[in-house]
């Protein structure tokens, strides 16, 4: 297995929209990386103001300094590590930052916009052949094992369908948009001919702008082999927002308890899971360390897969 040297401190993070505006999550990974053994060391905002607010938000929650860079640029030239928790239209100059710098990149789903992919898919690959790790932050696989918990029969068969209902914020095609890519990312996890499937038989409930729910439908085919898969969005501004994933009519929904304790609950039982953000954030930080070349070209590959998938469909969607 190839690596290259492991640094000698703390890695150090930096982070492109720390604030918390909607959805935005950059505070929760500030504290997720500080709880797998990183510092955050700086950020970056839409702006000066908002690098300082952002900066001083961290400080106070963190509990040591944490300095406003000026920009993206130069917050990526300072870190050993970009997280880019900015909204989806300033992630491709954010992943150009990262890719100048020479430094690893987590970022938030979708890596880029649909109408983007081509460029992004290029940017992937560029990280892979250099060796940088890339991530996206799609935290669903890591409720996985508590369906195999509460369904252990699925543990034997691969899935013939694939169904996930999330609660977006938005309306219309942005419910999709901002959705997708987490449901790709479960059947990923599930299936793993998936990363080489092509779609097929796909269709909407309501394709309307406005539209405050949808289903997206859609198959997946590699050869003789085919899944089924359904993503259902619905128009949820406020906390907890309903979510459930469910594997040939096995299905398990979330709750979110005291202090954001997670949960899942299916056939007539419910068992506790981690934080599936701080896993996936562990696990970036544990491949920042151990700076595996096969691992990070495997999970470049994953990304990419998504990517290609995700801008495939929507092109569908929106377009079609």
């Not at 701080?278 to 070349?293: C, D, K, M, N, P």
């Not at 994953?302 to 377009?319: F, I, K, P």
Request: hydrophobic letters at 45%; charged letters at 20%; a positive charge.
């Amino acid at each position: 297995m190839s690596t290259v040297p492991v640094p000698d401190h703390a890695p150090r993070i930096g982070i492109v929209g720390a604030g918390r505006t909607q959805q935005g999550l950059g505070p929760y990974l500030a504290a997720a990386f500080a709880a797998a053994g990183c510092r955050v060391t700086a950020v970056a905002g839409r702006d000066a103001n908002g690098a300082l607010r952002g900066a001083k938000q961290l400080t106070a929650t963190l509990g040591h300094p944490v300095d406003a860079a000026a920009d993206t640029a130069a917050l990526a030239g300072a870190v050993d590590a970009l997280v880019i928790a900015s909204p989806v239209p300033s992630h491709a100059a954010a992943l150009d930052a990262a890719l100048a710098a020479g430094v690893a990149c987590l970022c938030e789903k979708p890596l880029v916009g649909w109408r983007e992919a081509e460029a992004g898919r290029a940017r992937i690959r560029t990280f892979a052949a250099r060796g940088l790790l890339l991530d996206e932050n799609c935290q669903w696989p890591f409720v996985l094992p508590a369906l195999f918990e509460l369904f252990p029969q699925l543990r034997t068969e691969p899935p013939r369908e694939v169904r996930m209902r999330l609660s977006p914020v938005g309306r219309g095609p942005s419910m999709v948009e901002d959705s997708l890519s987490h449901v790709l990312s479960v059947v990923q996890a599930l299936v793993p001919w998936a990363s080489a499937a092509l779609l097929a038989e796909i269709g909407q409930s309501d394709a309307r702008a406005d539209a405050e729910h949808n289903v997206v439908r859609f198959e997946l085919r590699a050869g003789n082999r085919q899944v089924r898969v359904e993503l259902h969005v619905q128009h949820c501004p406020q906390q907890p927002r309903p979510a459930w994933i469910e594997v040939d009519g096995c299905r398990m929904e979330r709750r979110i308890g005291a202090g954001y304790t997670i949960s899942f609950a299916g056939g007539g039982r419910e068992v506790k899971t981690p934080d599936p953000l701080r896993q996936l954030v562990y696990r970036f930080a544990g491949l920042l360390t151990q700076r595996s070349r096969d691992r990070t070209t495997a999970l470049a590959n994953l990304v990419d897969a998504r990517l290609r998938l995700y801008a495939d469909l929507l092109r569908h969607v929106c377009d079609g």
